[in-house]
T-cell receptor, first 112, second 115 residues
Framework: GDSVTQMEGPVTLSEEAFLTINCTYT??????LFWYVQYPGEGLQLLLKATKADDKGSNKGFEATYRKETTSFHLEKGSVQVSDSAVYFC???????????FGKGTKLTVNP | NAGVMQNPRHLVRRRGQEARLRCSPMKGHSHVYWYRQLPEEGLKFMVY????????ESGMPKERFSAEFPKEGPSILRIQQVVRGDSAAYFCASSPRDRNNQPQHFGDGTRLSIL
């Protein structure tokens, strides 16, 4: 079945550091790919998405590019802030399906 | 513009009791999804509903769990005879479904604790 693998956390960075959170997927066909963010005690918020190969999703300084050849959708940000501290989930959705398949999440802590 | 509303935010039940979790989708959204998040895990799909119809329940445990989305009122996830292993955060999401693969908008979840 379809699956998503994220890098193990937790990740701890200093403010203004560069962030990469790796995400790879296993799926048939051409799924849509998503990054969601979960702040403490809250639900998931859509951060960005990409629906086809080579698409780049971006939002709030975060970016991720849909790489079909490496089945990856790594999340990057050039300069993190304390307010970026949260858990980040990579997810996929197959065309014709309404199920989101999530990775286990990566907890990010940004220190001042 | 209210988002997805879930209640209660926290629910405590003793083993053997029933738990009812409610979800009101965003205005204009006709599709509801339920996910379960176990501690230190990602979210796992449970069920997908439209008004008065269960579309996909492939992630629902075979026993004790049921879901509905009536014509009027919120969607309900019902867990009968709860056990300790049911302790988790249950998230509801909704989407408008006017096109394929619309992003799902999540509520803040119900955290269920079983004593």
């Amino acid at each position: 079945g379809d699956s998503v693998t994220q890098m193990e956390g937790p990740v701890t960075l200093s403010e203004e550091a560069f962030l990469t959170i790796n995400c790879t997927y296993t799926a048939t066909g051409y799924p849509s790919l998503f990054w969601y963010v979960q702040y403490p005690g809250e639900g998931l918020q859509l951060l960005l998405k990409a629906t086809k190969a080579d698409d780049k999703g971006s939002n709030k300084g975060f970016e991720a590019t849909y790489r079909k050849e490496t089945t990856s959708f790594h999340l990057e940000k050039g300069s993190v802030q304390v307010s970026d501290s949260a858990v980040y989930f990579c997810a996929l959705m197959q065309g014709g399906s309404e199920k989101l398949v999530f990775g286990k999440g990566t907890k990010l802590t940004v220190n001042p | 513009n209210a988002g997805v509303m879930q209640n209660p935010r926290h629910l405590v039940r003793r083993r053997g009791q029933e738990a009812r979790l409610r979800c009101s989708p965003m205005k204009g959204h006709s599709h509801v999804y339920w996910y379960r998040q176990l501690p230190e895990e990602g979210l796992k799909f449970m069920v997908y509903l439209q008004k008065e119809n269960i579309i996909d329940e492939s992630g629902m445990p075979k026993e004790r769990f049921s879901a509905e989305f009536p014509k009027e009122g919120p969607s309900i996830l019902r867990i009968q005879q709860v056990v300790r292993g049911d302790s988790a955060a249950y998230f509801c999401a909704s989407s408008p479904r006017d096109r394929n693969n619309q992003p799902q908008h999540f509520g803040d979840g119900t955290r269920l604790s079983i004593l």
